[in-house]
């Protein structure tokens, strides 16, 4: 089953502007982790924001995280094409649990020139 | 530092057939996690090894197995192949455990079985 679940499914926008997408997960965990994945680079992590955190920075990325609500969001400021990817949450069940790390399907964000 | 390797890259296997997949962390790195991908269910867990431990274990048969050896290597192998095993398989390595730490992706080794 999957723990995170990725809004939108598909986002598109053009070069320079920012680009916002969201997780939000089912159960208590102990951090939340973002991967973006495109043909020529293949998976790789971005930031990871333990579950006493709020927020993060990274660059161009700041990740947001609300227990609460067990959500996150992933903003990525003056969008280039090459950030043209998939971009999937990841969050691991607090105290562990038969899951292991679960992904969610995904964001699938085009960046048009 | 080299990145995490999978080998092989392609394989084309027959239904009831079996098959073994490698990879080698990076160095140092003590867990290595595996994800199947496919377009309709995404990236599922599969299992995790840290120390040659099985830490975790995901919602897949037991034709699904794994270990990891004394150098962190670690193998998978998939039994009596059925043609919904056609996927991405992507192993991971990562310091410290996978949900804790940042995880280092391989390449993955692109499975289709006929």
């Known amino acids: 089953s999957q723990q995170g679940e990725e809004d939108p499914q598909a986002l598109s926008i053009q070069e320079g502007e920012n680009a916002t997408m969201n997780c939000s997960y089912k159960t208590s965990i102990n951090n939340l982790q973002w991967y973006r994945q495109n043909s020529g680079r293949g998976l790789v992590h971005l930031i990871l924001?333990?579950?006493?955190?709020r927020e993060k920075h990274s660059g161009r990325l700041r990740v947001t995280l609300d227990t609460s609500k067990k959500s996150s969001s992933l903003l990525i400021t003056a969008s280039r094409a090459a950030d043209t990817a998939s971009y999937f949450c990841?969050?691991?069940?607090?105290?562990?649990?038969?899951?292991?790390?679960?992904f969610g399907k995904g964001t699938h964000l085009i960046i048009q020139p | 530092k080299a990145g995490v390797t999978q080998t092989p890259r392609y394989l084309i296997k027959t239904r009831g057939q079996q098959v073994t997949l490698s990879c080698s962390p990076i160095s140092g790195h003590r867990s290595v996690s595996w994800y199947q991908q496919t377009p309709g269910q995404g990236l599922q867990f599969l299992f995790e090894y840290f120390s040659e431990t099985q830490r975790n274990k995901g919602n897949f048969p037991g034709r699904f197995s794994g270990r990891q050896f004394s150098n962190s290597r670690s193998e998978m192998n998939v039994s009596t192949l059925e043609l919904g095993d056609s996927a991405l398989y992507l192993c991971a390595s990562s310091l410290g455990l996978a949900g804790m730490d940042e995880q280092f992706f391989g390449p993955g080794t692109r499975l289709t079985v006929l």
């Open positions: 924001i333990r579950s006493n955190e």
């Open positions: 990841a969050t691991e069940v607090l105290r562990g649990g038969a899951d292991g790390l679960t």
